[in-house]
C-alpha cells in the first residue's frame, strides 16, 4: 500500500529510506486463522514487541499506516542528533582559541550538505527496522495500513481482519499544536516536518523550551540561523534541575539564542514570507519577525480512529491509552507500550517496557514498569542526563535528603577539555548513602548517566561508587569522587578521635 505522500525532498537517500519503511510495491499477506500477538505501530515499542515475540515462537501480526522506525528513525532521534553532530563542529572551533586553536577565517556551514548527511545516515539505519526485514528475517506478518479494532479480539487492516489471542497497541504519539490565533494560516514546522528542509531559515522561532525546542534551537543558532526561543514558563526544560536548566540557558545565549522565558505566545500573522510572532510577557507585550516557526510544546498519543472503543479499551485525553503497572489496558487481551500510554515518552523506555509486555502478553509475566529505572538525557550542550528524584522533586514531596555537588571545573579532565561547564549532583536518602537520584550536566552526559543509573537498579550506595576505579583521567571520576565526599561525612568526631588513639598505641 502507497503512502499517500512522498518524504521530502525527494532524493536518493529518501528514496531508500521509502522504499524501506513504507514500499510501495508491498503486498500485505493473507492473515493467518490467529495469531498469538497483533502489535498494531512499529515503532521503536511496537518493532521490539514484535521482534521479540517472534524470537520465542509466538505468531506474529504488525501493522504500520506509515514508516516503520516511527519518530526515532524518521524525525526524532536519529535526524536531530545527525544535526546536532554537525552544529557541535562549530561550538568546537568557536572554542579553538581558548584551546590555543586559531581557526582561519569564520566556518563556513554548508547547512544543505548538513541535511543530506543526516539524510544518507538515516537511510543506512533504516535497514534494521525494514518492513523486509521483519518478514524475511522474523517471520513476521507485515501489514501496511490503517488497523481498527473491529471487536474485543479482532483488528481490520485495509479490509483483512486478523483475529488475536494477545495485541499490542503502540501508535506512538505526534506533536501537539496549541491553538493559537493565526498558527495554522502562517504555516510552521513540528519535529515531523522540520528535517525537511534544505535551506537554512535566516530567522527561526521555537515555540515551546522542552528537549526537541532546546536541542534545535541550539543546533540551528549555531549552523547560522538567528533563533528565537519562546517558553511560557519561567524554566525552559520544566522536568529538570533548575541548576541544570540554568547552566544551559547561560550556554544557549552564549551561542546566540534569544532565550524568552515566561512569555507567551497569543497571535501569529503572515506578511509575504514573514511571520510576525506577538508575545505576551509580564511587562506587556512586544513582537518578534521570523521566517520559520518550529512548534514543539509537547506530544499528543495516537488513540484516534483504532476503533478502541469496539475494543473496549479505556483511553485518557492526556495519557492516551490507559494502563495498568503490567501494562495491560482495560481489555485484558490487549496491552499498550510506547508514547501512546506512558509519561516517559523515550525511545529507551518503549524498548523498556516492550520487553514487559512479552513477558506479560505471552507468558505468566509479572513485569511492572514501575519497576523500572529509566534516566533521561536532552542532548544540548552541554547535555543534561537525569535518572531518579530531582532536588526539587525530592522538596515538593518532602523527603528529607542530602545532596552532593562535584562541579566540572574541579574535574581534571573536564579542565584538560576545555568542558568545565556542569556538574554532577546525586540526591541520597538523609543520613545514608542510598541512591535516590542524579542529574549530570556535561558534554557527554548521556554516556555518564549510566552508572548511576545501575547504581540506583541495583541498590548500589554512593559509598561504595567511591571503589569503583575509573580510568584516569576522565569526567566520569565525578561520581567516584562524590562516593568520597559521602564517605568522608562517617568520619565523625568520634570515629576521629578512635582513630588518632589507634595510631597512638600502634606507634
Not at 110 to 134: K, L, T
Not at 284 to 299: C, H, I, N, Q
Not at 345 to 362: G, M, P, S, W
Not at 400 to 424: I, K, P
Request: hydrophobic letters at 40%.
Amino acid at each position: 500500500m502507497a503512502l499517500p505522500y512522498r518524504i521530502q525532498p525527494e532524493d536518493e537517500y529518501n528514496a531508500r529510506l521509502q522504499a524501506r519503511v513504507h514500499p510501495d510495491d508491498w503486498l500485505n499477506p493473507e492473515p493467518a486463522g490467529r495469531y498469538h500477538l497483533v502489535v498494531i505501530g512499529a515503532g521503536t515499542a511496537g518493532l521490539v514487541t514484535a521482534a521479540g515475540a517472534a524470537g520465542v515462537g509466538a505468531r506474529v501480526a504488525l501493522v504500520e499506516r506509515a514508516l516503520m522506525g516511527g519518530d526515532c528513525l524518521n524525525y526524532g532521534c536519529v535526524p536531530s542528533k545527525c544535526v546536532i553532530r554537525s552544529s557541535r563542529v562549530i561550538g568546537d572551533m568557536a572554542d579553538g582559541p581558548s584551546l590555543g586553536v586559531h581557526p582561519s577565517g569564520e566556518p563556513q556551514v554548508d547547512f544543505g550538505a548538513v541535511m543530506e548527511r543526516m539524510r544518507s545516515i538515516r537511510a543506512r539505519i533504516s535497514s534494521h527496522d525494514s518492513a523486509a526485514r521483519f518478514r524475511d528475517e522474523l517471520g513476521i506478518d507485515v501489514f501496511l495500513g490503517d488497523a481498527a479494532f473491529t471487536g474485543r479480539d479482532s483488528v481490520e487492516v485495509g479490509g483483512q481482519t486478523l483475529r488475536f489471542k494477545r495485541a499490542v497497541i503502540a501508535t506512538g504519539a505526534r506533536a501537539m499544536v496549541p491553538p493559537i490565533e493565526g498558527l495554522e494560516d502562517a504555516g510552521y514546522y513540528t519535529n515531523e516536518s522540520i528535517f525537511s528542509l534544505t535551506e537554512r531559515p535566516a530567522r527561526f522561532a521555537v515555540i515551546g523550551g522542552g528537549p526537541i525546542g532546546c536541542e534545535l534551537a541550539q543546533a540551528f543558532a549555531r549552523l547560522g540561523s538567528r533563533v528565537t526561543l519562546v517558553e511560557m514558563d519561567a524554566q525552559f526544560l520544566p522536568r529538570e534541575d533548575p541548576d541544570a536548566a540554568e547552566t544551559l540557558l547561560a550556554s544557549m545565549r552564549e551561542d546566540g539564542v534569544d532565550v524568552r522565558l515566561s512569555t507567551r505566545l497569543v497571535r501569529v500573522e503572515r506578511h509575504g514570507a514573514e511571520r510576525v510572532l506577538h508575545l505576551e510577557t509580564e511587562d506587556g507585550t512586544e513582537e518578534v519577525v521570523t521566517d520559520t516557526m518550529l512548534v514543539a510544546v509537547g506530544r499528543r498519543p495516537n488513540v484516534e480512529n483504532l476503533g478502541l472503543e469496539r475494543a473496549g479499551v479505556e483511553t485518557d485525553p492526556r495519557r492516551g491509552v490507559v494502563v495498568d503497572d503490567r501494562l495491560r489496558t482495560s481489555n485484558k487481551r490487549i496491552f499498550a507500550c510506547g508514547d501512546v500510554s506512558m509519561e516517559a515518552k523515550f525511545t529507551h523506555a518503549a524498548d523498556a517496557a516492550a520487553r514487559i509486555v512479552i513477558q506479560n502478553a505471552l507468558f505468566v509475566g509479572r513485569g511492572k514498569l514501575s519497576a523500572l529505572t529509566i534516566p533521561w538525557c536532552t542532548y544540548t550542550d552541554p547535555e543534561i542526563a537525569h535518572v531518579g528524584v530531582g532536588q526539587r522533586e525530592a522538596e515538593e514531596r518532602g523527603l528529607d535528603v542530602d545532596v552532593y555537588t562535584r562541579n566540572f571545573d574541579d574535574v581534571d579532565r573536564a579542565l584538560a577539555d576545555g568542558e568545565e561547564t556542569g556538574f554532577v549532583k546525586v540526591i541520597t536518602a538523609k543520613g545514608g548513602d542510598k541512591i535516590l537520584g542524579c542529574t549530570i550536566v556535561a558534554r557527554h552526559a548521556g554516556e555518564m548517566i549510566g552508572e548511576a543509573t545501575l547504581a540506583i537498579g541495583a541498590g548500589i550506595g554512593l559509598g561504595r561508587l567511591a571503589r569503583v576505579i575509573h580510568p584516569y583521567p576522565t569526567q566520569a571520576e565525578a561520581l567516584r569522587q562524590l562516593g568520597d565526599a559521602y564517605n568522608r561525612t562517617r568520619l565523625t568526631p568520634t570515629v576521629r578521635k578512635i582513630f588518632d588513639a589507634w595510631l597512638r598505641l600502634t606507634g
